[in-house]
Each structure stands twice: as C-alpha cells, then as structure tokens.
C-alpha cells in the first residue's frame, strides 16, 4: 500500500520525530510506513488522517 | 521544573534499550547455549513418571502460564501499533515455529540424528527468534 505521509510531513516541514510524537508512536514507526515496510493498523490510519485534517483514501492508495 | 512522564521515561529507557542490541545479545546467547549443550556429556538417566500426575501437572502448568502471559501480553497491547514491536512479535511467531518444526525433524528422524536436549531447543528458540526479528528488520512486515 502506498501513501502519501511523506509528502504531508514535509508540507508541514515536520521530522519524522515530531510526527511519531504527534501520533504517540516511535519514530521507526513513521520512517517504516512511509518506506512502505509496514501498513499501519486501522485505529493509527485513522488518527494519522485525523491529524491531517484528511481521509484516510486520501493518505493511504491502494497498490 | 517539569516534572518527567513515566512515559517519556519509558521511551527513553526503550530508546536506550534498542531491540536490535537485545537482539545481538540473545542471538550471541543461544549459540553460546547452543555450544555449552553440546559439550555436556553427562546425561540424566531417564525415570518412567506415572502418566497421570505427569499429565495433569503438565496440564495445569501450561493454563496457569497461557493466563499469565496473557495478562501480561494485554500490558503490551498499547504498544501494538509500534512498528518495533510488530517485529518483536513476527519474530516471536518465527521462532515458536521453527522451533517446533525442529523437534519435529528430530523426533521422526531420532535414529539417525545425534539427541537433542531442551537446551538445544531454548537456543532453536531464542536463535530463531532473533533471527525471525533481523529478518522482518531488514524486509519489513508487509509481504
């Protein structure tokens, strides 16, 4: 599954930190689904769109 | 002053504790068990228990322990979104499998294989779990 957190991090000229901080997860956690090595799971999707003021289509895209 | 979370102590403390080093240390350790076992010449003799009280402390001892590590998994649950600690637990999947797959080999194959004792098998344990844990750190989950 692909997505589009990079970019929206960037957009808010976030570090990957300050967003794991954001979303009380570590940063290993962001860094590993923004390369694609781990899908978050149903309740992060939702508060990473949250944060983001988004959908979660509009984040996460199907391959 | 600000007053420190035990939270942020806890992650700093998990930031210190990094899993790959714990990792490297048990992988070192169960080739070192691994070693050690194998050097061990003595045998214990082996004494025919009564199949009963075999079976219900057996029975008993793995309920009380499934209880007890789930309640003590549930403790886990708030960190299950980690992306560290998915790795931890993949690994943890791996190495029950191997291990078991192990034993299997050994026992269907008993006669010509050298014994293994359960030190050889904590080790398969550990060893694979470790290495069940570098492999998804190095692939990631997603298949």
């Known amino acids: 599954m692909k997505n589009r957190l990079k970019v929206l991090r960037a957009e808010r000229d976030w570090s990957q930190a300050d967003l794991a901080e954001r979303l009380k997860v570590s940063r290993q956690s962001v860094n590993a689904i923004e390369t694609g090595k781990y899908d978050p799971s149903l309740p992060l999707a939702f508060k990473i769109a949250d944060l983001f003021e988004m959908t979660i289509e509009q984040i996460f895209l199907q391959d | ?143």
């Not at chain 2, 930031?15 to 790959?20: A, G, I, N, V, Y």
């Not at chain 2, 034993?103 to 344990?125: F, R």
Request: aromatic share 12%; glycine share 8%; with cysteine.
């Open chain 2, 1 to 143: 002053m600000e007053k420190q979370s035990p939270k942020s102590l806890w992650y700093r403390m998990c930031r210190w504790l990094k899993p790959d080093w714990i990792f490297v240390v048990l992988l070192t350790g169960s080739i070192v068990l691994l070693i050690l076992s194998g050097q061990k010449t003595d045998v214990a003799p082996l004494v025919a228990a009564p199949l009963f009280p075999k079976l219900a402390l057996l029975i008993g001892a793995t309920v009380i322990f499934s209880a007890i590590a789930t309640l003590g998994a549930r403790l886990d649950r708030k960190h299950l979104d980690d992306y560290m600690f998915q790795m931890v637990a993949n690994g943890a999947v791996i190495g029950i499998i191997t291990t078991l797959l192990v034993n299997m080999v050994w026992e269907s194959g008993s006669g010509n294989l050298p014994p293994i004792s359960k030190d050889d098998l904590i080790a398969v344990m550990i060893g694979s779990w470790s290495l069940g844990y570098f492999f998804y750190r190095w692939r990631g989950i997603n298949p």
